[in-house]
């Protein structure tokens, strides 16, 4: 199989990934219309941050030549590409801006739900290429990852028990 990615572009793509997750909870921040959804808006930012930082201190590993096992032998790697090249993760990591001026909460937070579902499974596919000592922060990763998915998930649902 061809390789598509190599670890460092891949860790690249996790912290990017990351710093747009930030910009997108700012813009939430933004649209938000009570304290509470910005309360909890302002903690996935949070968690973003840490996430980023995670992933930064990855890469600098991997630069200082420090073993990070990525594993080519697999399909992990395709997997990556693949669910980067089929979907919103490339519009993220693109850059395409996901809430524009005029957008409603309701259609940000479905956009949101869809990153977050995308970052799980990007996450996972990193699991078999990430060293055991690393692992387990990155179980942590996606478990927030969830936890941010099921939050989002709640706040559409008493968005739409309230207008509907």
Known sequence: MVLRFSPYEILEM?????????DFYNRLMQLASSSSAREIFSFLKEEEKRHL????????????????PFSTADESINY???IVESGILDKVLKGVNLTPAGIKMED?????????????????????????????????????????????????RELQEKGG
Do not use: C
């Open 80 to 82: 990556l590409g693949a």
């Open 14 to 22: 996790a912290r990017e990934l990351e710093k747009r997750g930030i």
């Open 108 to 156: 940000a937070l479905e956009v949101g739900i869809e990153i977050e579902k995308e970052s799980i499974l990007f996450y996972q596919g990193l699991i078999p290429m990430v060293s055991p000592q690393k692992r387990e922060w990155l179980d942590k990763v996606i478990e927030e990852e969830k936890k941010h998915f099921l939050r989002l998930q709640n706040m559409r």
């Open 53 to 68: 930082e995670f992933f930064t201190h990855l890469q600098k590993e991997l630069n200082e030549g420090r073993e990070i």
